[in-house]
């Protein structure tokens, strides 16, 4: 070797590149000035001859450099150049095979010191355009941007199809103490496959996947694959503006959970294929509903969609991140809602690139009380740190931006908020105040709806919450959590406990279907027959008792009943799409509620407004019976509920609170929905003033077995109050006459009688007499016997 050039040499720092020990490769690797001349340094194992292309404006000039160590570091010295790309190395490997390679190691970091502060301190929202792989050109060449958090390590590498997997060639540096590892590597682009490479300070060395991948690789479990940015041309700007100018609290939302896997089993989507937007358009649609809940469209186990192995990646089963962004756009101009299921609270150990990332806990809980969920297994994410806040917020940001999604639905944030969670005594360490809450976890989720909130107010926050944490649905300012809307678990669980029951038993579980409505308005709730409620259409027919048809009732009863109560809805996908003979008559039914929904404001407007709910009848156990009115801001709204739950048909006479008229409007048991069409049909329903359930004013109604009525109030019009008048002061009038006749005929009744009366007691007066004379008569002569005959036997003593 060239003494000058050996002297040049650092040999420790050498050794730290071929032993792949380094967290500044760039410090050794690459071109550095060494007084008039340039050093250039490069580590190419499979190398047999590397030279070096150094041009001079239009000029180039070959340069051999020298093996500097047999593990294939090369060195050579060249006259400076101030362009610090001014040359490419032309490689002939040990194989034969040659190649010409741009340097990466001549290239200054993508992240800067104000993105690492940002990240560490948990408000980089757009960290996922750090790091991750991003194509991209720096300085005029093309390349790909890798970076990764990944601190307490000796080393990380970035593999793939373009180094052959071989850790040892693109060493990364770590550009700030947080962790963060960073490297450009030119001519590398969309398409190839990738992960890192880390090695513990123990000396383990191991692959991780990305946590920030964009797409997963369908050849090589553990590898991500490089994409370029999605292009997409949005049609939705005014669907956007409007959802935001809507009042949460009085909209109406009816949404249909989907599962995109059950969706596209049996489909396939090719490259240019629209079935999906036009499919899922029709079916939400064809059932009325304004809104769809997609179950985790992320990368994920498939046996648990909510085992989610990429946060950032799109499901390859639902196609390129072009086709999902199309269908949101499509719902979106046809004015459906897109709301995502975000599992933001725990991930499996199946996901890859989270699970131990650097060898040890990181974005998981360290501590053994924390770590994983008891029941399912899976890890919690750490929420005291902030880099796996901020990972978690970025995500959620991220949907949001880029797909235009319009709510997220948090998983159970019950198991991440109570330490006590699942978890008998003894297995959990209480907070510093010595309660039994996850602090960390409980400011991530007013950070998380904050956060969004403050992208874009119309985003909807859902969650699940089953524990009874209180102020869910209240804003962070008021002392809640921040959500929009909770779901109502307890509800689902409480109707299908009375449900299950045979009717004949129902009476004494008749507490569990009213019990809602005392606690109802401490939330903003959302009610569901959700895919962890009922499965599909088969599983709910399945808990309702009796034969086919009873069941198919119960069905019919189960739906409307959840359409017709305070809140919000959400049905899954498996009650919409079901077999064939009972498909016709049940989606007609799921058209007709969300219609009715929709188009009766009583049934929405006032959901968290205790006057928007008024029990007319909450007591008739024995009689399985309970009728309610839903109230919306215009009195003339009010709509009457009756329920009979009991398995036979029954007639009830029904209070109300005005008087009216009342029309049918919708019967579970018509015909058109598979019922028998025992109900009252179009008949007006006149109110009689006849006191029930407390009212002053009634109604006679017939209502099948297991079924619903939803009855309109329409009040007399003015003309009809007149012809109500002069019929009232007719029927007064009536009345008067009849009481005049009456009273009449009960004057002279009674003088009959009075005569009659008289006539019998003078004749029973008379026939006394008579009989006493009989009796004195009688007596006189038994006297006179008795005399005669002690006489007689006197004289016959003196004889």
């Given at each position: 070797?060239?003494?000058?050039?050996?002297?040049?040499?650092n040999?420790?720092?050498?050794?730290?590149?071929?032993?792949?020990?380094g967290?500044?490769?760039?410090?050794i690797?690459g071109?550095?000035?060494?007084?008039?001349?340039m050093?250039?340094?490069?580590f190419?194992?499979?190398?047999?001859?590397?030279?070096?292309?150094?041009r001079?404006?239009t000029?180039?000039?070959?340069?051999?450099?020298?093996?500097?160590?047999?593990?294939?570091?090369?060195?050579?010295?060249?006259?400076?150049?101030?362009?610090?790309?001014?040359?490419?190395?032309?490689v002939?490997?040990q194989?034969?095979?040659q190649?010409?390679?741009a340097?990466?190691?001549?290239?200054e970091?993508?992240?800067?010191?104000?993105?690492?502060?940002?990240?560490?301190?948990g408000?980089?929202?757009?960290?996922?355009?750090?790091?991750?792989?991003h194509?991209?050109e720096?300085?005029?060449?093309?390349?790909?941007?890798?970076?990764?958090?990944?601190?307490?390590?000796a080393?990380v590498?970035?593999?793939?199809?373009?180094n052959?997997f071989?850790?040892?060639?693109?060493?990364?540096?770590?550009v700030?103490?947080?962790g963060?590892?960073?490297?450009?590597?030119?001519?590398?682009?969309?398409g190839?496959?990738?992960?890192?490479?880390?090695k513990?300070?123990?000396?383990?060395?191991?692959?991780?996947?990305?946590?920030?991948?964009?797409?997963?690789?369908?050849?090589?479990?553990?590898c991500?694959?490089?994409?370029?940015?999605p292009?997409?041309?949005?049609?939705?700007?005014?669907f956007?503006?409007?959802?935001?100018k809507?009042?949460?609290?009085?909209?109406?939302?009816?949404?249909?959970?989907?599962?995109?896997?059950?969706?596209?089993?049996?489909?396939?989507i090719?490259?240019?294929?629209?079935?999906?937007?036009?499919?899922?358009?029709?079916?939400v649609?064809?059932?009325?509903?304004?809104?769809?809940?997609?179950?985790?469209?992320?990368?994920?186990?498939?046996?648990?969609?909510y085992?989610?192995?990429?946060?950032?990646?799109?499901?390859s089963k639902?196609?390129?991140?072009?086709?999902?962004?199309?269908v949101?756009?499509?719902?979106?101009?046809?004015?459906?809602?897109v709301?995502?299921?975000?599992?933001?609270?725990?991930?499996s150990?199946?996901?890859?690139?989270l699970?131990?990332?650097?060898g040890?806990?990181?974005?998981?809980?360290?501590?053994?009380t924390?770590?994983?969920?008891?029941?399912?297994?899976?890890l919690?994410f750490?929420?005291?740190?902030?880099?796996?806040?901020n990972?978690l917020?970025?995500?959620?940001?991220?949907?949001?931006?880029?797909?235009?999604v319009?709510?997220?639905?948090?998983?159970d944030?019950?198991?991440?908020?109570?330490?006590?969670?699942?978890?008998?005594?003894?297995?959990?360490?209480?907070?510093?105040?010595?309660?039994?809450?996850?602090?960390?976890?409980?400011?991530?989720?007013?950070?998380?709806?904050?956060?969004?909130?403050?992208?874009?107010?119309?985003i909807?926050?859902?969650?699940?919450e089953?524990?009874?944490?209180?102020?869910?649905?209240?804003?962070a300012?008021?002392?809640?959590?921040?959500?929009d809307?909770?779901?109502?678990?307890?509800?689902?669980?409480?109707?299908?406990?009375?449900m299950?029951?045979d009717?004949?038993?129902?009476?004494?579980?008749?507490?569990?279907?009213?019990?809602?409505?005392?606690y109802?308005?401490?939330?903003?709730?959302?009610?569901?027959?959700?895919?962890?409620?009922?499965g599909?259409?088969?599983?709910?027919?399945?808990?309702m008792?009796?034969?086919?048809?009873?069941?198919?009732?119960?069905?019919?009863?189960?739906?409307?009943y959840?359409m017709?109560?305070?809140?919000?809805?959400?049905?899954?996908?498996?009650?919409?799409e079901?077999?064939?003979?009972?498909e016709k008559h049940?989606?007609?039914l799921?058209?007709?509620?969300?219609?009715?929904?929709?188009?009766?404001?009583?049934l929405?407007?006032?959901?968290?407004?205790e006057?928007?709910?008024?029990?007319?009848?909450?007591m008739?156990?024995?009689?399985?019976?309970?009728?309610?009115?839903?109230?919306?801001?215009?009195?003339?709204?009010m709509?009457?509920?009756?329920?009979n739950?009991?398995?036979?048909?029954?007639?009830?006479?029904?209070?109300?609170?005005r008087?009216?008229?009342?029309?049918?409007?919708?019967?579970?048991?018509?015909?058109?929905?598979?019922?028998?069409?025992?109900?009252?049909?179009?008949?007006?329903?006149?109110v009689?003033?006849?006191?029930?359930d407390?009212?002053?004013?009634?109604?006679?109604?017939?209502v099948?077995?297991?079924?619903?009525?939803?009855?309109?109030?329409?009040?007399?019009?003015?003309?009809?109050?007149k012809?109500r008048?002069?019929r009232?002061e007719?029927?007064v009038?009536?009345?008067?006459?009849?009481?005049?006749?009456?009273e009449?005929?009960?004057?002279?009744?009674?003088?009959?009688?009075?005569?009659?009366?008289?006539?019998?007691?003078k004749k029973?007066?008379?026939?006394?007499?008579?009989?006493?004379?009989?009796?004195?008569?009688?007596?006189?002569?038994i006297?006179?016997?008795k005399?005669?005959?002690?006489?007689?036997?006197s004289?016959?003593?003196?004889?």
């Amino acid at each position: 070797m060239n003494s000058k050039l050996y002297k040049l040499m650092n040999w420790p720092e050498i050794e730290e590149i071929i032993y792949s020990d380094g967290k500044d490769p760039h410090r050794i690797l690459g071109a550095h000035k060494v007084g008039g001349s340039m050093l250039v340094q490069c580590f190419l194992p499979e190398a047999e001859k590397v030279e070096v292309l150094l041009r001079k404006g239009t000029k180039s000039r070959r340069y051999e450099m020298e093996l500097a160590d047999e593990a294939g570091f090369f060195a050579a010295l060249l006259p400076y150049q101030k362009d610090p790309h001014a040359y490419l190395y032309e490689v002939t490997n040990q194989d034969g095979t040659q190649k010409t390679i741009a340097d990466p190691y001549t290239f200054e970091p993508g992240i800067q010191r104000e993105d690492c502060i940002k990240f560490t301190s948990g408000i980089h929202y757009s960290i996922y355009e750090k790091l991750g792989a991003h194509p991209q050109e720096r300085d005029g060449i093309q390349g790909c941007s890798f970076a990764i958090w990944a601190p307490f390590v000796a080393r990380v590498s970035v593999i793939g199809s373009f180094n052959h997997f071989d850790g040892r060639i693109h060493q990364m540096r770590e550009v700030d103490p947080c962790g963060i590892y960073e490297i450009f590597i030119p001519d590398v682009g969309a398409g190839e496959e990738y992960c890192f490479e880390i090695k513990s300070k123990a000396g383990d060395i191991f692959r991780r996947e990305d946590p920030f991948a964009f797409a997963k690789s369908k050849k090589n479990e553990g590898c991500a694959l490089i994409t370029n940015p999605p292009e997409m041309i949005w049609h939705d700007e005014a669907f956007l503006q409007s959802r935001k100018k809507v009042d949460k609290a009085e909209m109406p939302l009816s949404i249909c959970e989907i599962s995109p896997d059950l969706f596209l089993a049996d489909r396939k989507i090719a490259e240019d294929d629209i079935y999906l937007s036009e499919a899922l358009l029709h079916l939400v649609q064809e059932n009325g509903f304004n809104a769809v809940e997609f179950m985790p469209v992320m990368e994920h186990d498939d046996a648990d969609p909510y085992a989610v192995t990429n946060f950032f990646a799109l499901s390859s089963k639902i196609g390129r991140m072009e086709h999902f962004m199309k269908v949101i756009d499509t719902l979106h101009r046809n004015g459906i809602r897109v709301i995502l299921d975000f599992p933001a609270t725990f991930f499996s150990e199946k996901n890859q690139s989270l699970f131990r990332a650097n060898g040890s806990p990181l974005y998981e809980y360290a501590e053994p009380t924390k770590e994983r969920q008891p029941k399912s297994g899976y890890l919690t994410f750490d929420f005291g740190r902030k880099e796996v806040v901020n990972y978690l917020l970025s995500c959620a940001l991220y949907w949001c931006s880029l797909c235009h999604v319009d709510g997220l639905r948090i998983t159970d944030i019950a198991k991440i908020i109570y330490l006590d969670y699942d978890r008998p005594p003894g297995g959990w360490i209480p907070n510093i105040y010595g309660g039994n809450q996850n602090l960390e976890a409980e400011d991530f989720v007013k950070t998380l709806n904050q956060t969004v909130h403050k992208k874009d107010s119309g985003i909807l926050m859902i969650t699940k919450e089953t524990a009874n944490w209180p102020k869910v649905t209240t804003s962070a300012k008021e002392g809640g959590l921040g959500f929009d809307y909770k779901w109502n678990s307890g509800w689902a669980r409480d109707f299908f406990a009375y449900m299950d029951n045979d009717p004949l038993y129902r009476s004494g579980h008749h507490n569990e279907l009213v019990f809602s409505l005392i606690y109802h308005y401490t939330e903003h709730f959302l009610l569901s027959f959700s895919h962890e409620d009922i499965g599909g259409f088969s599983e709910m027919l399945s808990r309702m008792p009796g034969d086919s048809k009873q069941k198919e009732a119960g069905v019919r009863f189960a739906i409307a009943y959840l359409m017709v109560h305070p809140g919000r809805k959400m049905i899954f996908r498996g009650v919409c799409e079901i077999e064939a003979d009972h498909e016709k008559h049940l989606r007609t039914l799921m058209q007709d509620l969300n219609r009715l929904y929709f188009e009766h404001p009583a049934l929405y407007e006032l959901d968290d407004a205790e006057g928007g709910f008024e029990w007319i009848n909450s007591m008739a156990a024995q009689e399985c019976m309970m009728s309610f009115v839903r109230h919306g801001k215009k009195e003339e709204d009010m709509l009457l509920v009756v329920c009979n739950m009991a398995g036979i048909p029954r007639e009830f006479t029904v209070g109300v609170p005005r008087d009216g008229k009342y029309t049918e409007i919708l019967n579970t048991d018509a015909r058109e929905y598979g019922g028998n069409g025992l109900g009252n049909g179009t008949e007006v329903l006149e109110v009689v003033k006849r006191e029930a359930d407390g009212r002053e004013f009634s109604i006679q109604v017939k209502v099948a077995a297991s079924s619903l009525l939803v009855l309109r109030f329409v009040p007399y019009t003015a003309q009809e109050n007149k012809i109500r008048l002069i019929r009232h002061e007719t029927y007064v009038k009536m009345e008067e006459e009849q009481d005049e006749s009456r009273e009449a005929l009960r004057k002279k009744q009674e003088a009959e009688e009075e005569k009659l009366l008289a006539e019998l007691r003078k004749k029973y007066e008379l026939e006394m007499s008579r009989q006493e004379e009989s009796i004195r008569e009688k007596y006189h002569k038994i006297e006179a016997e008795k005399i005669m005959h002690v006489v007689k036997a006197s004289a016959k003593k003196t004889e």
